[in-house]
T-cell receptor
Framework: GQNIDQPTEMTATEGAIVQINCTYQTSGFNGLFWYQQHAGEAPTFLSYNVLDGLEEKGRFSSFLSRSKGYSYLLLKELQMKDSASYLC?????????????FGKGTKLSVKP | DTGVSQNPRHKITKRGQNVTFRCDPISEHNRLYWYRQTLGQGPEFLTYFQNEAQLEKSRLLSDRFSAERPKGSFSTLEIQRTEQGDSAMYLCANPSPGLVAYEQYFGPGTRLTVT
């Protein structure tokens, strides 16, 4: 079956660093995505990993280990506007033409 | 703004009524996906179009749901005889061109409330 796990909620302090973990088991794999979603809004793309290693993009970095079925999203210098849900999603190319399988999301609360 | 638009943004309907949503994708992107998202969950795949061809439908898409994409341009999702369990955000996604569904661009969604 298809399974993507991530913590339900996390809390962190403004200015700090937070790591959101994601583990996955899918029938196919053609890349892992992280999306940010503010309440009541559509997901917005943050990062994409298809090879093992770390991808850095400003305050956000994402890591992938395909052998472990594991990824994390690292957010540095947290700001209040980073309070949102963070969705881990796998491109299940082996399944159906590359639709995304999403985890339930991690709700991050950034406190002053 | 991702360039993908959806209408209406909000829809409140009574149980048993039919509703139709529209997605206008980025013109040069030939693939289009519909997802449904309920509170506290991630988006769930409903169906996928390549140009005008509907290539896959999820088991979540019951007989009451139908989707079209005439001429490979905009797409519509219709729900007949709505039920309270259909209340959700309906998202249209439009990946960038290429062999890999890289960076799917999501529209703002249509929030459906069935009373």
């Amino acid at each position: 079956g298809q399974n993507i796990d991530q913590p339900t909620e996390m809390t962190a302090t403004e200015g700090a660093i937070v790591q959101i973990n994601c583990t996955y088991q899918t029938s196919g794999f053609n890349g892992l995505f992280w999306y940010q979603q503010h309440a009541g809004e559509a997901p917005t793309f943050l990062s994409y990993n298809v090879l093992d290693g770390l991808e850095e993009k400003g305050r956000f970095s994402s890591f992938l280990s395909r052998s472990k079925g594991y990824s994390y999203l690292l957010l540095k210098e947290l700001q209040m506007k980073d309070s949102a849900s963070y969705l881990c999603a796998v491109n299940n190319y082996g399944g159906s033409q590359g639709n995304l399988i999403f985890g339930k999301g991690t709700k991050l609360s950034v406190k002053p | 703004d991702t360039g993908v638009s959806q209408n209406p943004r909000h829809k409140i309907t009574k149980r048993g009524q039919n509703v139709t949503f529209r997605c206008d994708p980025i013109s040069e992107h030939n693939r289009l996906y519909w997802y449904r998202q309920t509170l506290g969950q991630g988006p769930e795949f409903l169906t996928y179009f390549q140009n005008e061809a509907q290539l896959e439908k999820s088991r979540l898409l019951s007989d009451r749901f139908s989707a079209e994409r005439p001429k490979g341009s905009f797409s519509t999702l219709e729900i007949q005889r709505t039920e309270q369990g259909d209340s959700a955000m309906y998202l249209c996604a439009n990946p960038s061109p290429g062999l890999v569904a890289y960076e799917q661009y999501f529209g703002p969604g249509t929030r459906l409330t069935v009373t």
